[in-house]
Structure formats: C-alpha cells, structure tokens
C-alpha cells in the first residue's frame, strides 16, 4: 500500500521543520495581536463558489468536490480565506472588536499535478485581518510576511501590485480584452478560454508564449481611479517607512476572483523556477458577497511545504535535537537513569536514554544522530563515587556533577538560561 499521488507522509526528521516553520509563526503573528482560529476541513461548496469565483480553474477543475448522504454538496477546503470568514460572519466575530486579526494553519486541497513543492493535500499558514480599508493595515500585514521569512533565516523578493476597485477594474478589463482578442492566436488553449471569462488569470500564465505576450498588455496600475493611486502611494510611503525592500510589479494578478486594490507576493528561486512562498492580497467585499457586514479585509496565505523545502534547500536550520541523553552502562546504572530520565522530563528538558543496555560506544553515536545537546554518562564507579560526568556535544567540554535529589533542577535550569553547567 502507498500513499494516493499528491499526497505525503511528512516523516520525523522534517516533521522537525515544521514545527519550526509553526512555532516561530505563531510567535510572529502573536506579536503583531493575530488569534488563531481553527475551521473545518469541510465546506459547502456554495462558499467556494461564491467566494473564488465560478470561472477559476480551481472551482472549475481542482476542487475535492462530493455529494454527502444527505445530498449536500461538500467541498475539501481549497484554501483558508473563505472558511475563516464564514467562520467570522456566522459567529458575528466583528462585534467584539474594530479590527479582527486572525490566522489560521491546517491542510488544504486541489486536485492538480503534483509538483516540487505543491502537493494536492498542501499546508498553509492563513492570515486574514478584518475591520478596515486603512493603507497601513496592508503594511502591516505585508510587514509581518516580511517579517516571518527573516525569522526563519530565508531570502525572498517581494513584489507589489493593486488590482484597482470595482468603481475602475472594468475599464480596465475592457482593455485587456481588446488586447487580447487581437492576439488570441499566440495565446494557450486555457487562455484562450479565460479571455471572456476571466481575463486577468491570462496575466498569471505561466506558458512561455503567453508571458512574451503579457510583457506588452496594458498595464493595470495606468487605469486607476485616484482613490486607488492614493491607497497605493499610501501603502508604498509605510513600506519604504519600514525599510521593507519590494519592486512594483504591475503585471502580478491573484488567482482568485475576490482581491481588490493591494496584492503582493514573496518570490523565489531558490527552488529552481520562480516561485511564490507567500502571497495575498486585499478583498474589500469579500465578507458581505458572502452574506456578512460590509467589511474590508486583507490576508495572506504561505506554503508551509515551499517553506520547508527552502530550509532544507539553505540549510538553515539544524534538527531539534533533546536537551540531554543518558548513556548508562550496566542494569545498576540503568535503573537510576531510568529515575532521573522522568525527574529531567517533569522539570522541563526533552531527554533521552538507551534501554537496550549498549555499549558506551553505540550510545554515544545515537546521542550524536539525535543531536543531543549534552550526555550524562553513568556508570558503576559513577554510581559508586556520587559523581558524573556531563558532556557537551557541541563544545566537548566535561564537568563533574553530583548524583544527588537536585540534579534534575539542576539540568533544567541550566537549559532554560542557555548556559552550560
């Protein structure tokens, strides 16, 4: 038996990085005031048809769609907006505070060719703050992306670009499809197809042909309306307030009918081709479209899948490994480590023993594949004596500690203020 094609086991050793992708963004996010908020996996798939829009190649031919028993047509969550705003309208969330700010991390689903680092059940940290159309509120939020990548230590470009409002997006697809119906021919089939349809999505071709066409398409930032240039020129002076480096890009679109004004993405190449590790984007009436309060919002969403594979690509980070392990020789040994083992866990420190009574040896080379930090090294003459010896993994150093009742506390504290015995 295998696994379904999309679909990966994610094993010990990079289950590893992603709790490290996890910890230090929840941390991040905490310090900007972002809650988490988990939702289901399953959806009615009016909500995604709804919010992402019937002529997306997503609600058209990647969603994990099926009838329940009762008949319903449910939906495996594509991806994270239209949940948590479900989620905030049903639960009237914007009665308890002007400016939500909620995130969310979890699996989501597209039936689509699997590729490096784009999976059809994918990961994603979701970020969505709610309550205001205020220039700055996209800074932040575009700060705080930023923000998580130089935390875990990885390099990306971020682009900008706004898609316009309601009030001077249709003039502007009104352009772009006179420019592209002039050019049908040099376009793909799918492109050919989204032209009436959804003639920005032919901007996010990634066809070669259609690229070399796009390059010489209207731009959309020539088309808009003042309050438009004004929001953007806004979000550009906080940026550069915040010395957050980004090219303007007026060619980057969304995939995703419901994104207004502000869109950005942190680009890559660290994985061969071009690629996303984030992006997002404002959607000003995304929460009534879906039967709430007339309230803007902007959000992003990172790949957690992308951003594993760029640490491991950079290695720029080492495996967690415990805090201490005890290598004990003899039954004697073992069965006060075995005591002690508990102690240090009750105080707090990851640690870990051999129980198979091996060598001195063999259990050296197993603290060193588990990255331990520091061994105990227990034996008869220790026993004997009142005494061990500690051992860092890192500096090699050794110092004599006594086998009595505060040795655990000893250990622990010594872990917590990153200093070595």
Known sequence: MQALKGFKDILPDEAVLWQRVERTAR???????????????????????????EATDIVEKEMYTFTDRNGESITMRPEGTAPVLRAFIEHSLHLRRPINRLFTVGPMFR???????RLRQFHQLSVEALGTDHPRLDAEVVAMAHQLLVELQLQAELQLNSLGCPACRPAYRTRLVEFLRGH???????CRRRVESNPLRVLDCKSANCRRLNADAPAILDSLCTPCEEHLAQVRRDLDALQIPYTMNPFMVRGLDYYTRTTFELLTDALGAQSA??????????????????????GFATGMERLVLLLQEQAATAADGPDLFLACLGEPAAAYGFTLLQQCRQAGLSAQMDIQGRGLKSQMKQADRLNARQVLIIGEDELNAGQAVLRDLNSKEEHQLNLDDRLAGLLAASVKAGSDI
Not at 111 to 116: D, G, I, L, N, V
Not at 279 to 295: H, M, T, V
């Open 277 to 298: 590790v984030g992006a997002g984007g404002r959607y000003d009436g995304l929460i009534k479209q879906l039967g709430g309060p007339d309230l803007p919002g902007i």
């Open 184 to 190: 049908q021919e040099q376009l793909c089939d799918d």
């Open 111 to 117: 039936h689509e060719r699997p590729q490096k680092g």
């Open 27 to 53: 941390e991040v996010f905490r310090r900007y005031g972002f809650d988490e908020i988990k939702v289901p996996i399953l959806e009615k798939t009016g909500l995604f048809a709804r919010s992402i829009g």
